[in-house]
């Protein structure tokens, strides 16, 4: 697990220090550094599936790739960066405060390459890594795919990575493949329905959209798949017929690639999220939220960039009853000031579920139009 990112000098952050939790939240308003967090890890990830960063000697910045594309390396560089020299550096902390992973490259005659060298010191435990580095790793951005007729496979993604794809273009052959093989997070598997990744991804849809039955499967003779979505039983007595994506609109599209990484990444996996919130209705946000938790609970390192007070209280209801222990919850609120400074404040949930505090602009724009509504 990494407990905390130190970054320098990337995107709108001259030296941001952040502790993360098993599951974090990400909020503030737009354009306020929340993704940068979010990219400083898939850039990492990306560059040691390229084969450009490993365990030994390889040391590259791959700036575009499979999950992100950020340019060239000038485009990435902050701004307003005082350092000097001008600088690059990404720090990752593991479980313990003595295991410390970093890169720092300079940025000098490097501002038009897509390819950063990078010298990297190591202290503790390389394992302590894995989830970032090898282990199972999503990012889900928040440019999801759209409802399709059909989606493409790739072995290498699914069968190989287990990965979903950034937009979450391979999640109906990941679903399709996968679909009899056990839920290994017991934290987030439902008893009341069969222990495989299809019944309980279909179950957990029903808290999104109730009753809703997915159904993948392969286009013979093709490298396609495709999914349908049915609404009770299907018996054909009490259930619908089955629908194409293209008919029961976005919010079953769009979360159905977070809903199969959530079941599907096993415990010591990193899933990183933006938006979960779109084109869901309130009451499936706030079980979005809790699903969260409870995979975050069951050992998935979960980081969620989000606009959702659904969420939020979903999250916060699940500290209230249990469900994750509130120490393992990080809430973090960014805050673009003067001069595009940025200061980060970090609420905590208690015990009952309520907040330490409310920073202004925090979540509280019910509060404001109802006081305008009212006065």
Not at 130 to 158: C, I, M, Q, T, W
Not at 321 to 332: E, P, Q, T, W
Not at 340 to 368: C, I, M, N, Y
């Amino acid at each position: 697990m990494i407990s905390r990112v130190r970054l320098g000098a990337f995107k709108a952050f001259d030296d941001l220090d952040l502790f993360l939790g098993k599951l974090t939240l990400l909020s503030g308003l737009n354009s306020a550094g929340k993704s940068s967090i979010l990219q400083a890890l898939s850039l990492v990830r990306q560059s040691f599936d390229a084969g450009m960063l490993d365990y030994k000697d390889r040391n590259e910045l791959l700036l575009n790739g499979a999950l992100v594309e950020m340019g060239t390396v000038g485009d990435i560089h902050c701004e307003y960066s005082r350092r000097t020299p001008q600088e690059l550096t990404f720090e990752f902390y593991g479980r313990e405060e003595t295991d410390v992973i970093a890169w720092r490259g300079t940025i000098d005659d490097n501002a038009a390459a897509d390819v950063l060298v990078m010298e990297r010191t190591l202290t503790g435990d390389i394992n302590s890594f894995d989830g970032l580095l090898k282990g199972h790793f999503n990012y889900l951005r928040a440019d999801r795919v759209s409802p399709e007729l059909v989606y493409p496979r790739s072995h290498r993604e699914v069968v190989r990575k287990r990965a979903l794809g950034a937009r979450g273009e391979y999640t109906v052959h990941y679903l399709t493949h996968f679909r009899d093989e056990v839920v290994g997070n017991q934290s987030v598997r439902d008893r009341s329905v069969g222990p495989g990744l299809a019944s309980q991804v279909s179950h957990w849809m029903g808290k999104i959209s109730p009753d809703v039955r997915v159904e993948p499967d392969a286009v013979a003779g093709t490298d396609f798949v495709r999914i349908r979505f049915g609404f009770g039983s299907g018996s054909g007595l009490s259930g619908s017929a089955s629908y194409r994506p293209t008919h029961v609109g976005f919010g079953l599209t769009y979360t159905l690639p977070i809903v199969v990484a959530l079941l599907g990444t096993p415990p010591g996996g990193m899933l990183l999220i933006e938006n979960p919130e779109a084109h869901v209705h309130p009451r499936g946000q706030a079980a979005l939220g809790a699903l969260m938790c409870q995979a975050a609970a069951g050992g998935v390192q979960v980081l969620v960039e989000t606009h959702s007070d659904h969420v939020l209280n979903g999250v916060r209801i699940a500290a209230k009853h249990g469900v994750i222990s509130r120490d393992n919850i990080r809430l973090h609120f960014f805050v673009r000031g003067k001069a595009g400074k940025l200061t980060v404040e970090s609420p905590v949930v208690e015990a009952d579920g309520r907040l330490s505090r409310w920073p202004d602009g925090f979540f509280d724009q019910w509060d404001h139009d109802l006081d305008e509504l009212l006065g």
